[in-house]
């Protein structure tokens, strides 16, 4: 029936099922934790990445402007996940909060959007994770067979000059998801201890970066600091930016995947706003200084196609002895990532399948750690598929695409919510509504507009393969649907 694609889930039924009685999840997490567990996500393969090539390729210096714009969308759609974590903590995301507020439809289509962020997000930092793993070994004079440390799809080129192109599967990257995977069955809370070590590790890093590296500026890498435009909408210019910002986006990925913890959150409507802003707020501070100090120590030019920019800025300072301890501190930080991001994709399907959406087989949940742990199973294969076998660059910008798409819904279903039901009790209220939400939606369409066309392609031959699983089992399996 037509009326089921716009179906919407009572507001009251997921407080039940975020009350004691309902929520077979442990409440193990902190607010602190949960910072923690934001800044886990999103301090990552981004910032120690594609800061680099986002300034070689797109912004030059005036790469920090592109963290900032990318910054001011992320705050709109923060604000707003924030709102709907604090009235609705429940695990999903912005599944969850679409189910409530636009119908089961949008619902799927976010929940399967969602993959792309969490699933193929892991899988390409875990890609990244393999490259400095890499490094480090050969810096010790260790060279793993080149057959297993590569995808048969791209070559691989280490600091020392090193090539390899005759790889078979990258099998580091399967490995550390594996590993990770695993961890996640056994429960959030030791491997919330794992993130906050990991944490603490790579923001001391970030800050000695910082702090070693300003002393070592030289004012005239940024000159100009708004390189003009070649002719190219992606070439530098203000246009620039804007695609600079689009392709650092991807480092801001994680912030909203505190949200998805909520159930195992021990004060979710204090905790959740606390977690989602703060861990905003930090990452966008480190950010824009890190970027303002690797711009200032390397001539933006040098960074094309330069995998390890934050190594390569590093070498200027003279203090080679730390360049080891910088490549682990990324290795740190990767981790953490890969760490939030596979537990992200768990609950988003745990949610979706206690809705009757997907089969029960992914909210099964383990007798003795209380994890969905056939789900993380699951996960640990298919992100494993793509790490093994996926160019990076092929996963990064599905990446953020899918993430810009789920933005732009939490920030329609805030301000839907708004009208449809101003009598719900909100710990946290998104300020200036509508203009909020509304400049959330416009600041992720930009930035979605603003990313290559192939991008576009992927993401709608995914949603066509998510509403074929729709129709053919969702739509048909749906339990709030057969109790309506």
């Not at 369409?445 to 074929?468: F, H």
Request: proline residues 4%.
């Amino acid at each position: 029936m037509a009326n089921q694609l716009w179906i919407k889930k009572p507001i009251e039924k997921l407080m039940l099922e975020s009350s004691g009685e309902g929520n077979q999840l442990k409440r193990s997490l902190s607010s602190t934790s949960l910072i923690a567990l934001g800044i886990g996500a999103i301090i990552g393969a981004g910032l120690f990445s594609l800061t680099g090539i986002a300034a070689a390729e797109h912004a030059g210096p005036a790469v920090t402007i592109s963290f900032i714009l990318a910054a001011v969308g992320c705050g709109f759609a923060g604000l707003c996940y924030a709102e709907f974590a604090s009235m609705i903590p429940i695990a999903g995301s912005a599944y969850t909060y679409s189910y409530a507020t636009m119908g089961e439809f949008v619902a799927w289509i976010i929940g399967w959007d969602l993959v792309l962020e969490y699933a193929l997000g892991a899988a390409t930092v875990s890609v990244s994770w393999s490259r400095y793993l890499l490094e480090f070994l050969s810096s010790f004079g260790i060279h793993l067979p080149t057959q297993l440390v590569c995808s048969p799809f791209e070559v691989v080129k280490l600091s020392d000059g090193t090539v390899i192109d005759n790889g078979l599967v990258n099998l580091p990257a399967i490995l550390i998801i594996w590993v990770l995977s695993l961890l996640l069955i056994r429960g959030t809370q030791g491997s919330a201890f794992l993130n906050n070590i990991l944490v603490c590790v790579k923001v001391a890093v970030v800050l000695i970066f910082i702090a070693l590296g300003w002393s070592h500026i030289d004012p005239q890498n940024y000159i100009p600091y708004i390189p003009a435009n070649t002719g190219n909408y992606e070439n530098f210019g203000w246009s620039g930016i804007a695609t600079g910002a689009a392709v650092v986006f991807f480092a801001f990925i994680g912030f909203d995947a505190v949200s998805t913890a909520a159930q195992e959150a021990k004060n979710p409507q204090k905790g959740m706003p606390i977690g989602i802003l703060g861990s905003l707020v930090v990452c966008t501070i480190l950010y824009v200084l890190f970027a303002h100090v690797m711009t200032g120590l390397v001539k933006y030019t040098e960074f094309a196609n330069d995998a390890k920019p934050a190594a390569t800025a590093f070498a200027k300072t003279g203090y080679d002895t730390l360049q080891t301890g910088l490549v682990i501190a990324i290795l740190a930080g990767y981790t953490s990532v890969m760490l939030v991001m596979l537990l992200g994709q768990s609950r988003v399907f745990y949610s979706m399948s206690k809705d009757g959406l997907l089969p029960k087989f992914f909210s099964a949940v383990h007798p003795k750690f209380s994890t969905p742990w056939k789900t993380n199973l699951f996960f640990m294969l298919f992100v494993s598929i793509f790490s093994g076998f996926v160019p990076v660059s092929d996963l990064g910008h599905m990446v953020s695409i899918g993430t810009l798409f789920a933005f732009c819904l939490v920030c329609v279903g805030v301000w839907m919510l708004r009208i449809k039901r101003p009598d719900l009790k909100r710990s946290f209220r998104t300020p200036l509504v509508p203009f909020v939400p509304i400049m959330g939606i416009v600041v992720c369409l930009y930035l979605m507009y603003s990313l290559p066309i192939e991008s576009w392609y992927r993401l709608a031959i995914w949603l066509a393969l998510g509403l074929a699983v729709y129709f053919g089992y969702g739509k048909k399996n749906s339990k709030l649907a057969s109790e309506e």
